[in-house]
């Protein structure tokens, strides 16, 4: 539970209740792909069960859980089928389809080749945390983000508003702070640096410098610091629990908690398995989110939210910077990305 986390802020009239989240979300549930379609999403039970609530609370904390299916067929197939009917076509009548004739004959293809092509499925972990007003997503990729998101957006209701968290200063500078620092005491209590990292130049064909198992606090790292070059990701310690990779875009990735974190629970029963999971898990993150907000400078305005032309909705997508992003969505869906990695 919990591998890689995107945190947002939630606007200050939303949430209202588990409840009333839960029967939004039964708005959409999840189905799977039928024979010729292509992508289905929807919601599902996040302990596992059949016909379970939509939306667990434990210790306060609200936890659900989000599918995406989707069915490919290889384009080479697809190419094949549409030749052959095109073949079909100008042997039988002696004449050449035309370009839209061809596309008809290529989406025919794709729908009879579709009932054969195995489904692939992903899912997205929410965490809300309905004191903080965070929305904190178990994923890495931009577009299950979005899908999940959008959806949320559909059945949530009016004064749902999420916005990728800000902080003071970006997480790329004070990487780079503690990165050029000759003593690890310039580092918060809570942090200290673990192995790895990767730094990149500027220009248009920038210079990438990665390390793995290997020592950050050199002379060498230093250089290519004052050199120019900054970080995009950084694996980083949380008091000897948790172990992470801080990106530039305020993300964490590859999570890790310490031989011993859940050793307590070793001995729970299944059925409390989950809460015994979702317990720890968001009581160490919540800290650790805390602490790095902190680092960061503290959040920005957490009020912040851009007021919509009147009769619109906002919708600000985020854009590969060196700051925290922005992305801004109140009362109607971002387009999903299609071609998000699984």
């Known amino acids: 539970m919990f591998k890689n986390l995107m945190i947002y802020r939630i606007g200050p009239d939303w949430p209202t209740s588990a409840e009333s989240l839960e029967a939004a979300l039964a708005a959409e549930p999840f ?42 067929v290889p384009g080479e197939a697809v190419r094949r089928r549409t ?5 079909e076509i100008e042997k ?17 293809a ?4 579709l009932p054969q092509a195995f489904p692939r499925r992903g899912q997205v972990t929410a965490w809300i945390d309905p004191e903080r007003r965070w929305l904190v997503l178990d994923t890495g990729a931009q577009g299950k983000a979005d899908e999940l998101i959008t959806s949320l957006v559909r059945v949530a209701g009016k004064g749902f508003e999420v916005r990728l968290l800000h902080t003071q200063e970006t997480p790329q500078a004070v990487m780079a702070a503690w990165l050029a620092a000759e003593s690890a005491e310039a580092l918060p209590d809570a942090f200290h640096v673990e192995r790895e990292c990767e730094l990149k130049g500027s220009g248009e064909e920038p210079a990438v410098v990665k390390f ?15 050199e120019g070059k900054l970080p995009t990701k950084l ?39 989950f809460d015994a999971d979702v317990a720890l898990a968001t009581g160490e993150l919540g800290g650790l989110i805390d602490d790095l907000i902190e680092a960061l400078g503290g959040e920005a305005d ?3 939210f851009p007021t919509p032309p009147s009769g619109e909705a906002a919708v600000a997508t985020p854009t590969p910077t060196t700051t925290a ?11 999903p990305d299609d071609d998000a990695p699984f």
């Open 31 to 72: 189905a799977e792909c039928s024979a010729t379609q292509q992508r289905s999403t929807g919601w599902v039970p996040p302990r596992g069960e059949d016909h379970g609530a939509l939306v667990e609370v434990v210790d306060g904390q609200w936890i659900a859980r989000f599918v995406i299916e989707t069915k490919s």
């Open 83 to 87: 030749e052959e009917a095109v073949a």
């Open 92 to 108: 039988t009548t002696g004449r050449k389809p035309g370009k839209k004739e061809v596309r008809d004959l290529r989406d025919d």
């Open 110 to 113: 794709l729908q009879a080749l």
């Open 212 to 226: 793995t198992r290997h020592d950050l606090a050199t002379e060498e790292v230093r250089q290519h610091i004052a």
């Open 235 to 273: 694996a980083l310690g949380w008091q000897g629990r948790v172990g992470f990779m801080l990106t530039q875009a305020l993300q964490l990735k590859k999570i890790t908690f310490q031989e011993g974190v859940f050793e307590e629970q070793a001995g729970t029963k299944d059925d409390d398995r």
């Open 302 to 304: 957490p009020t912040a």
């Open 325 to 335: 992003g922005g992305h801004v969505v109140s009362g109607a869906p971002a387009a």
